[in-house]
């Protein structure tokens, strides 16, 4: 929780002021979760700080909350092209991407549990924060215009892909909210991408792509192949069918 705290007041997320007359202030909550490795293993405990976007209003609050994903077919096209031509793949992930978004609405917000303010202080929330109905909308507008700035153009057929021509060749990255693939010719203008990306936003660089979407990655000389075992052995067990004996058809 401290760990969070400390990054939403680095990120000026909010400013601390009265609660104006005739605007009202949502709530906020925390929600611990676990963070997971590719093979299942646990990878680290996180405490999120959420507001509680079910008491926005809209047309006062927010006004749209439309946010694009990348589509699944563009997912395994995206994959099959570098597989064919023996491209790298990377995966990268931005650390509290939607609290980069700038909201654009007046939202207040009651401090959170364990944040200690002056009595009848609220929150003046400036950038966004998870829970909020448009945060997901304003860190894809943010992130898109950034990957503009650096040359990216956004395709047509899907808005979470986008394509730059460098002097080695094209460079293709896809996004899904703040997971995003990387690849292309040359590792030179990946790691320029990385470090343009990681002096905007502060990202992990995972390395090599190896589970995205529930797809597991695997890269040999042949290429990449693609398997959903983890995630079918994981449909298997939460309906309790573990034991349950193979059959060559669905049929009793």
């Avoid at 000026?12 to 925390?30: F, H, M, N, V, Y």
């Avoid at 040359?151 to 021509?165: E, R, T, V, Y």
């Avoid at 899904?176 to 990202?203: H, M, N, Q």
């Amino acid at each position: 929780m401290k760990e969070e705290i400390e990054a939403l007041e680095k990120n000026k997320t909010w400013d601390i002021t009265p609660l104006p007359t005739g605007k009202r202030a949502i709530g906020s909550k925390w929600v611990f979760k676990l963070k997971l490795n590719s093979d299942g293993s646990v990878n680290r405990y996180k405490a999120r700080l959420v507001a509680k976007g079910y008491n926005q209003i809209e047309g006062i609050d927010y006004t749209d909350s439309f946010s694009p994903v990348a589509k699944t077919v563009t997912v395994r096209v995206f994959l099959a092209i570098a597989s064919a031509y023996s491209w790298l793949i990377y995966q990268l992930d931005i650390n509290n991407a939607f609290l980069h978004g700038h909201l654009e609405e007046e939202v207040y917000m009651h401090p959170p549990e364990g944040y200690t303010v002056d009595a009848g202080m609220v929150c003046r929330l400036k950038k966004s924060l998870y829970g909020l109905k448009q945060a997901s909308r304003r860190w894809n507008h943010e992130f898109t215009s950034k990957l503009a700035d650096y040359g990216f153009i956004q395709s047509a057929h899907d808005n979470c892909l986008f394509l730059k021509h460098a002097e080695s060749g094209y460079l293709a990255l896809l996004v899904y909210v703040d997971d995003i693939l990387l690849t292309g010719p040359s590792e030179d203008s990946i790691a320029d991408v990385k470090r343009y990306l990681d002096d905007l936003f502060t990202i992990k660089d995972l390395g090599y792509a190896k589970y995205f979407l529930g797809l597991e990655i695997a890269r040999s000389h042949d290429g990449n192949s693609i398997t959903q075992r983890k995630y079918i052995e994981d449909i298997i067990a939460d309906t309790g069918m573990s034991g349950a004996r193979p059959a060559l058809t669905p049929l009793p």
